[in-house]
């Protein structure tokens, strides 16, 4: 395992600060998992150890930036090159009216192919100072290696605003998220608030699944259906552009039982076959669906879409007392009708000569947040007013 130390000037904010470190390892397993966690909040699963761990067994190991204090690790963080051929993760379509280096290589901080990030960091008055340990030893790298910049995508709002004002980066709105405040009732609780045109919707919804013969069933998946499972994951993800077929899904799934992640699935099935699936992962007290699959050749209007994702889910973070179910970032127009709030993520980018043009990132910002007034309207959350 290759690692470099870079020891940056210590900077006191404090009569008890101790001298900084940075280092670059290979692989999140040369950090101790719990060090690393400690630092993790519940929303941001996709960068807590034992999920990297499993990316690293799948893809191969990424390198882990670190930022230490005598007493132990202040900040972490992945990085990784980006996929230019994913529109998930395409700088230039994210940001085609700011003029910037987009076509060029930069080094992408945070859990690969997230679309949840949080750099894991210590909270309280050591935080600024191992931020900007960070940062810019990120942007070191990046000159090295020729690369544009550092760019860290799909943050909340508030964390990408807090690195550009430690940091210096640029805070550019590149997506949204949706996301369901769990009611103690549930699916029902969360109805009560709605209007009654909702609530129908949703009980027709519920029973025309349930009139096509759909079963529901909650737990762990049973290895002898893996492959079934990977297959309908595949076909799920290949209607919205993925190349990665049922394979690569069985990998992924394999590395995450190595780790020791292991997802709750709830599955929709007929005549003892699933026929739809949704993976979850319980973390702290937010639940987050992370894949769906679904057999199309099943072409009813049964609605398992939402039974799966949404209305099944509610209740059982609701059961189980957790606090949020984290829905990603697509089909925000259906979740936000379901009772979803819909919040900004945007990208922290830092560039290794120059600076992006203020008033342009200003424009593309309040673009970006009117149309999703214009879309979305109340379902925004109050992070939005930022730029409306």
């Not at 670190?66 to 379509?93: I, K, M, N, Q, T």
């Not at 129908?200 to 699944?209: T, Y």
């Not at 970032?329 to 979740?335: D, F, G, P």
Request: net charge positive.
């Amino acid at each position: 395992m290759r690692a470099c130390l870079l020891q940056p000037r210590a900077e006191r904010t404090g009569e008890a600060d101790d001298a900084l470190k940075v280092s670059l390892c290979r692989g999140v397993a040369a950090i101790d998992e719990h060090e690393w966690d400690a630092l993790v909040s519940d929303q941001n699963f996709y960068n807590s150890h034992a999920w990297l761990a499993g990316l690293d067994y799948a893809l191969g190991a990424c390198e882990v930036l670190a930022v230490w204090s005598a007493a132990g690790l202040l900040a972490a963080c992945p990085l990784w090159a980006g996929e230019r051929d994913d529109e998930l993760f395409e700088l230039g379509a994210f940001f085609s009216d700011v003029r910037g280096p987009w076509t060029r290589g930069f080094v992408w901080g945070g859990g690969r192919r997230s679309t949840h990030n949080q750099v894991p960091c210590v909270s309280g008055r050591r935080r600024a100072q191992a931020l900007r340990r960070l940062l810019p030893a990120m942007a070191g790298i990046a000159r090295e290696r020729g690369d544009a910049g550092v760019v860290l995508p799909y943050l909340p709002l508030a964390v990408a605003r807090e690195l550009a004002e430690i940091c210096g980066a640029s805070v550019l709105l590149h997506s949204a998220e949706a996301n369901i405040e769990v009611p103690p009732g549930g699916l029902a609780g969360l109805m009560a608030g709605r209007n009654s045109h909702d609530r129908f919707e949703v009980r027709a919804e519920i029973a025309a699944f349930a009139r096509c013969g759909n079963r529901v069933e909650w737990g762990a998946i049973d290895p002898s259906e893996q492959a079934r499972v990977a297959e309908l994951i595949a076909c799920n993800r290949a209607r919205y552009g993925s190349t990665q077929g049922a394979a690569w899904m069985q990998r992924m799934l394999e590395a995450q039982r190595r780790a020791g992640v292991l997802p709750i699935a709830v599955v929709a099935r007929r005549d003892q076959r699933i026929v739809a699936l949704c993976l979850l992962y319980r973390f702290g007290r937010a639940l987050h669906a992370r894949y769906y699959g679904c057999d199309y050749r099943l072409d009813d209007r049964d609605f398992r879409y939402f039974v799966l994702t949404c209305y099944e889910p509610i209740d059982y973070a609701a059961r189980a007392g957790l606090g949020e179910l984290r829905l990603s970032t697509s089909a925000l127009h259906a979740k936000a009708k379901r009772g979803a709030r819909i919040e900004p993520l945007a990208a922290a980018v830092l560039l290794t000569d120059r600076s992006l043009d203020p008033i342009a990132v200003r424009r593309h910002n309040r673009r970006f947040a009117e149309r999703h007034r214009r879309e979305l309207g109340a379902h925004l959350s109050p992070a939005w007013r930022a730029f409306l």
